[in-house]
């Protein structure tokens, strides 16, 4: 499975990375390499196989709707990259 | 006092050889001088060390001491720490402090345990060298041309070089047990769930476990007396009873059934490497076992489903990192997109950003079949092979990995063959089980890991087989040279 | 060729839970912004989440209450994409395996009879924060307060065919969950959703391409956005064009739906389930416990209404419609003893008070035992209807029982015949022009006219005189002049 320059475009724009443009070849045969790895799998016909999300068979637990959590603004807002009048800021986003 | 186990070192507290302080002391004195050969420590956190020192040593005197109070361990920079920069090795956290600590370190506070540091990591764990660390990699103290081993390198150089007596790491894929093996140490992967995960920063939620790496088996069982337990804050964490891991370490291994897979003993293992495998089941035959050649087929396959499953879940695991709300935010962002492809693109190394991109392309449109719902299935393929075996004897023994540790830079350039170094230790986190390292003896000066599978929370006995081949041997004695 | 068009919803419930789906801050509306995010809920390094038992409780209790299959194990996925107002990257939600399955309710058409609309699914889900755009120039403000919040989306089937059968099946839903409980309802705090799935046909024809208008918080809104959008499409396919499959916006001000830019790119959310939760799983025994314990639903209680209080099917249905509204007009009607009298007073009056003064039953100033007393002073002859308008008016400004009122406004109706025979008396005497018209009149117009007498001495009286007796007097001594 050999990926091209638009493969790891449109693969980095869905991840949200920027990727040098310098460097895409490089990823496009290291992701290519790495996909021909995981490729060995479709030898094995798994087909009656039921796949397996989580190593245990454990079911979820819940949790009793008590408010544990006050409020923590300014502690929590100390590691914030900008945040005024309480909000986290970001570029304005335009719908 | 240093160069001691946690166990002889309790005792030395307790018989008053020295205090908390002291020993807090020295140990922060040795990373001071020694740690800039190994590059452990990503943070070393004196101020806290000493307040925690102080703090054990009045527990003790006030009559209130467990068998941790005073002990001072280094913990993998991937358990969040509150108040400590917490980076998971990564510029995208350089700048984090944590507002809040992780369960494990929680644990390990309430008993009394001191924190000397946080230490170097692969970055956000995916690594098996240590050298995809922002901080750059942590050197192996047996020679440091070589890698540690990954993720929790940084845990196994510190301890190795002697700057801790032991320390926390986690284990996705192999990163307690591989630099265990690298350094000469014992490290234990525990049952998935085991450990909470609360504040371990995820790389891959159905794999990552987090557990302890010391210099015995005796230590990691007093280790896993502190983590191991039910967290309500993890949906994931086991509820299931906690025995005291120390107990049963001297439990005679007589009758001990020991499966030894002949796919971890066939062509991908160093001949040498294999000899000293062999060497060890002799020994466990000395204590008493019985050895049967097993088989578990899938083996090969579990690298292929790894390494769709660990980057298809990161990569939804790792979106949070976005320049909003903590972490590295970009200079000077153009607009939304921009903030965000830049923050990601310049916080993550490229290890991590070619992780995310697989996770990405695998669970893109159209191809979620194929990779990540065909790994699954593989996955349950893999975990039935070692249901079937679990069932005829008590333990699987194997070499934790193919070659013993390698040069930095040997496999950087090839992301494929540093994907191969986890080949015998991927199947274990695929399947959940526990795993251990243990030395088992030396090649060309480099030390050698025997692994040791058990079945789903059988922490237990794989500790009580580990400590009685340590009673029995002494490779897990010794140190490299100047140490 | 008719034009169809086809209507399927997509109703995002907040459930009104204390705590948020996975963590446990609060999900109060209206805090400070930020000041109920905590760590998980702004997805700080290593937090994980843990599932909240009434979420699970209160979507059993829906799935319940459509008659649907409930689904024994369900699994939260993530859906994968970024913006600011999802702290993780991803929407934890149910893609596969949902909670609610397949289920129905029926809606009522203006012709009387009714219609079975399919409930396709129920999901549980996290809700996002809040981007506020308008605070600062050149940045957006995240409020976190929200995000994670549960919602309970529920998607109906393509099975509405105007946009009154989509308001009224909206309405029904609403009713349904405010009565169990398991929302609020409050459409202006977004509380309670909509999203409208729009498309046009010929008749008879293959599903058109649609249009999803997002962010309507009124059914009106909904009934104009549908109406609107409905338009829109027929223009274009008219004209020869294509309708864009594409998410739009109802802007409420202007009236009319608009493309949403920042959405039109093509998304791959990347589903999976989420390896941080579990599987859900749950029993008959659950599930039946849920199901005995559920309150009264609308339906069952609009025919009870009907039934025991021989009300109008109108006027069951809009007082069976809320739970507070209906537990309110029960009230008055026990005080009052008089369910007819009670429920024009509850429609009437207090309604047009409440949506005056938009404020919500719960909230209203005047109590269900006030206006159940009022009220027993009209059946007693003590005030008129007219005056009781007044007490009202004065129990909603000043509050005070109907009887302290009446005491303190001297506004208690006479009743005393010499009184009332002596203001007849000089009605009659002062208004010989009319008194010569009701004499001259064929007898079957005279009832009309007497509505003018009967005026003049309530007037005279200020309004106390007992109606009944005055027009019962009046009528005699009039009569008699004949």
């Not at chain 1, 798994?46 to 999300?53: G, K, Q, Y």
């Not at chain 2, 003790?60 to 090795?89: E, W, Y």
């Not at chain 2, 580990?466 to 490299?480: I, V």
């Not at chain 3, 909240?52 to 059993?60: D, H, K, T, Y």
Request: net charge negative.
């Amino acid at each position: 499975m050999a990926l091209n320059r638009t493969d790891v475009e449109k693969i980095a724009h869905l991840a949200r990375l920027q990727i040098d443009e310098s460097s895409v070849p490089e990823y496009a045969t290291n992701l290519s390499n790495i996909l021909d790895l995981i490729s060995q799998m479709q030898s094995i016909d798994t087909s009656d196989v039921e796949p397996l999300a989580h190593p245990l068979d454990a079911v979820q637990r819940l949790r009793a709707d008590n408010i544990t959590e006050n409020n923590q603004r300014e502690h929590l807002q100390t590691v914030a990259p900008s945040v005024e009048s309480g909000l986290f800021l970001v570029p304005k986003v335009i719908e | 006092m240093l160069n001691k186990t946690l166990a002889e070192l309790a005792k030395g507290l307790d018989q008053g050889e020295f205090s908390s302080v002291e020993l807090t002391q020295a140990y922060l004195e040795r990373i001071k001088r020694e740690d800039s050969k190994y590059n452990s420590f990503i943070t070393v956190t004196e101020e806290l060390a000493l307040t925690q020192a102080t703090a054990a040593d009045e527990t003790r005197a006030a009559g209130n001491a467990t068998s941790m109070t005073g002990l001072p361990i280094a913990h993998k920079d991937i358990f969040c720490t509150q108040g400590v920069r917490t980076s998971a090795g990564s510029k995208m956290l350089d700048n984090f402090v944590s507002p809040y600590d992780a369960t494990v370190i929680r644990q390990f506070n309430a008993a009394g345990a001191v924190t000397l540091g946080k230490t170097n990591m692969d970055e956000f764990a995916m690594g098996s060298s240590n050298e995809s660390s922002f901080y750059g990699p942590s050197r192996n103290p047996w020679n440091t041309d070589h890698v540690p081993g990954g993720s929790s390198g940084g845990s196994a150089a510190a301890i190795a070089a002697g700057l801790a007596p032991a320390a926390t790491g986690t284990d996705t894929g192999g990163s307690i047990r591989q630099p265990a093996a690298f350094c000469n140490l014992t490290g234990l992967k525990p049952t998935y769930g085991r450990v909470s995960r609360y504040g371990m920063i995820a790389y891959a939620s159905s794999l990552d476990q987090g557990g302890p790496m010391a210099q015995t088996a005796e230590d990691a069982a007093m280790m896993m007396n502190v983590m191991a337990g039910l967290d309500p804050l993890d949906s994931t964490s086991a509820d299931r009873q906690v025995p005291d891991y120390t107990a049963k370490l001297d439990a005679p291994l007589t009758g001990l059934k020991i499966g030894l897979p002949k796919e971890f003993l066939s062509a991908n293992l160093n001949p040498e490497m294999a000899t000293l495998i062999h060497a060890a089941v002799k020994e466990y035959e000395a204590l008493g076992a019985t050895v049967t050649e097993v088989s578990l087929p899938n083996t090969a396959l579990s690298v292929p489903a790894y390494y769709i499953i660990a980057p298809a879940e990161a990569s939804s695991n790792l979106s949070r990192f976005d320049g909003v709300r903590y972490g590295y935010r970009c200079e000077d962002p153009k607009n939304l997109e921009d903030m965000y492809k830049r923050t990601r693109g310049e916080g993550f190394g490229t290890e991590v950003k070619r992780r995310i991109m697989v996770g990405t392309y695998a669970l893109s449109e159209g191809f979620y079949d194929a990779y990540y719902k065909k790994a699954q299935q593989i996955r349950r393929l893999i975990q039935e092979d070692f249901v079937r075996v679990l069932s005829e004897v008590d333990v699987i023994m194997g070499p934790t990995t193919p070659t013993p540790a390698f040069k930095l830079g040997e496999k950087t350039s090839d992301p494929v063959e540093m994907y191969m170094e986890d080949i015998f230790t991927l199947s274990l986190n695929l399947a959940g089980l526990p795993g251990m390292s243990i030395p088992c003896g030396m090649n060309n000066g480099l030390p050698v890991g025997l692994q040791i599978i058990g079945n789903y929370f059988a922490e237990e006995k794989l500790l009580n087989v580990a400590h009685k081949f340590q009673q029995a041997t002494d490779w897990h004695t010794l140190k490299p040279a100047g140490l | 060729m008719e034009w169809e068009t086809v209507i399927g919803l997509e109703i995002h419930a907040q459930l009104a839970t204390n705590t948020k789906i996975f963590s446990g801050a609060s999900t109060a509306f209206g805090a400070e912004p930020n000041t109920q995010a905590c760590a998980v809920d702004l997805a700080l390094p290593g937090t994980l989440p843990v599932f909240n038992e009434s979420a699970l409780r209160m979507a059993v209790m829906f799935g319940t209450a459509i008659d649907a299959e409930i689904g024994k194990v369900s699994v939260f996925d993530r859906k994968n994409y970024f913006y600011p107002d999802l702290p993780k990257g991803y929407q934890t939600s149910q893609l596969f395996y949902p909670i609610v399955g397949e289920g129905h309710i029926d809606i009522e058409l203006e012709d009387g009879t009714t219609k079975r609309i399919g409930v396709t699914r129920a999901h549980l889900e996290e809700d996002a924060g809040k981007s506020l755009h308008e605070e600062f120039t050149s940045q957006t403000g995240i409020d976190l307060n929200r995000a994670g919040t549960p919602l309970l989306e529920i998607v109906s089937e393509p099975d509405m065919r105007s946009a009154e059968e989509a308001v009224a099946y909206v309405k029904k839903i609403h009713a349904l969950v405010t009565n169990l409980g398991i929302c609020d309802g409050n459409m202006a705090e977004g509380s309670f959703r909509c999203d409208c799935n729009v498309s046009v046909r010929y008749k008879g024809e293959e599903l058109g391409n649609r249009t999803e208008t997002k962010n309507i918080n009124s059914f009106r809104f909904i009934e104009k956005a549908i109406k609107g959008e409905v338009i829109r499409q027929i223009d274009i396919l008219e004209d020869g064009g294509r309708i864009t499959q594409e998410t739009r916006l109802y802007d409420a001000d202007k009236d009319e739906t608009r493309s949403m830019r920042s959405k039109e790119e093509a998304n791959d959310y990347r589903y999976f389930p989420c390896p941080d939760l579990l599987p859900i799983v749950i029993d008959d025994e659950y599930i039946d416990t849920i199901r005995k314990a559920l309150p009264e639903l609308p339906d069952v209680r609009r025919s009870r209404f009907v039934d025991t209080y021989q009300l109008s099917a109108y006027d069951a249905g809009v007082l069976s419609s809320y739970k507070p509204l209906s537990d309110f007009f029960e009230t008055v009607t026990t005080v009052s003893a008089d369910a007819k009298l009670s429920a024009n007073w509850v429609m009437g009056e207090l309604s047009k008070h409440l949506n005056q003064h938009d404020t919500d039953i719960k909230n209203s100033p005047v109590s269900a035992l006030q206006l159940g007393g009022l009220l027993q002073r009209i059946k007693d002859n003590t005030i008129s209807g007219n005056i009781a308008k007044k007490v009202f008016e004065a129990m909603w400004n000043e509050g005070g029982s109907a009887d302290e009122i009446i005491e303190a406004k001297g506004l208690k109706q006479v009743t005393d015949t010499g009184a009332i025979e002596k203001i007849v008396d000089e009605v009659i005497a002062n208004n010989q022009k009319q008194v010569d018209q009701y004499t001259a009149a064929e007898p079957d117009k005279r009832g009309k006219m007497i509505g003018f007498f009967m005026g003049q001495v309530m007037k005279a009286s200020g309004g106390k005189a007992n109606p009944g007796q005055v027009q019962g007097l009046m009528k005699q001594k009039l009569d008699a002049l004949c």
